[in-house]
């Protein structure tokens, strides 16, 4: 129970925090509102009647808030120190893997499944190689699975980028719609147009209001990421620490043998001859 206090206490800062960011508009054009109430002819801002005019442009921008909400909330859990290094489980793989009893820690490792678990597993499928290629698993499991998160919150970027675009577009149709009445009348008045460009506005107000706290959150789930990743490598890299130190060093295997050049090769072959030639008999004189 008390390993969940810290886990709904930032639950609740996020949804705090995202529903800050997502009243923000809204309660900026109520303060301008209250502000200008004391002047004649100004026409109250109604919420309802801003999603009236936002129509299915609007409609969809609203999806994407709710889904952007939904997604921090999950990331907040799932994205956190805990989460991704369950506690006690590099202590509990160090013990194993100190007694040589390798497969009882894959067994536990597999049995809690989590970012630090994964790269120990990976590690440890190649303790007969030696430490080296223990190492090189552990780096290409951190990287599989650092990138599989990186996708996770490449939704936030895709939200973030669609939902100004969404009210651009929402803008530029009510533009025209606006600009329209000026195929029915030569001149029109500007009080006529006012409506229309008002309401071509409002699709962007709510498209801002969604891609600030999108690309905020992204921003800050991938540095988390990226923080988290470093330091769960590392402590990897510790709980393998006794068995670097324990596994002597692989002997390097001799390659192809150096070809020598062609003048070192024939000085062998006139070495050699010389060598196999029969002596000279005493006194200089051959037979």
Known sequence: MDRMKPLLKIVWIGLVLCGVLLTTPLLCLAADDSADTSGAGITKVDFRQLVDDAGTIGIIIAVLSVA????????????????????????????????????????????????????????????????????????????????????KIEYL?????????????????????????????????????????????????????????????????????????????????????DFKRSVPPPTKQTGKPVRKRPEDELADRIANQQASRPAPPPGGQQP
């Not at 107000?205 to 988290?228: H, K, Q």
């Open 68 to 151: 952007m909400v939904a997604l921090i909330v999950e990331h907040i859990i799932s994205i956190r120190s805990n989460s991704l290094m369950p506690p006690g489980m590099a202590e509990e793989v160090h013990a194993l893997i100190a007694q040589q009893q390798y497969r009882s820690a894959d067994t536990v490792c597999k049995s809690r499944p989590s970012f630090l678990s994964y790269i120990l597993s990976a590690g440890l499928a190649e303790v007969q190689m030696g430490y080296g290629a223990v190492e090189k698993a552990m780096e290409d499991a951190a990287m599989q699975q650092s990138a599989r998160l990186n996708r």
């Open 157 to 241: 970027s895709v939200i973030g980028t669609l939902s100004p675009m969404l009210g651009l577009l929402g803008t530029v149709w009510g533009m025209i719609l606006a600009f329209s009445e000026f195929t029915a009348k030569a001149n029109p008045d500007v009080a006529e147009l006012a409506p229309g460009i008002s309401k071509a506005l409002i699709t962007t107000l709510f498209g801002l209001s969604v891609t600030v706290p999108a690309l905020a959150s992204f921003a800050f789930f991938r540095n988390r990421i990226d923080e988290l990743v470093a330091q769960s490598s590392l402590l990897a890299e510790h709980v393998f620490a």
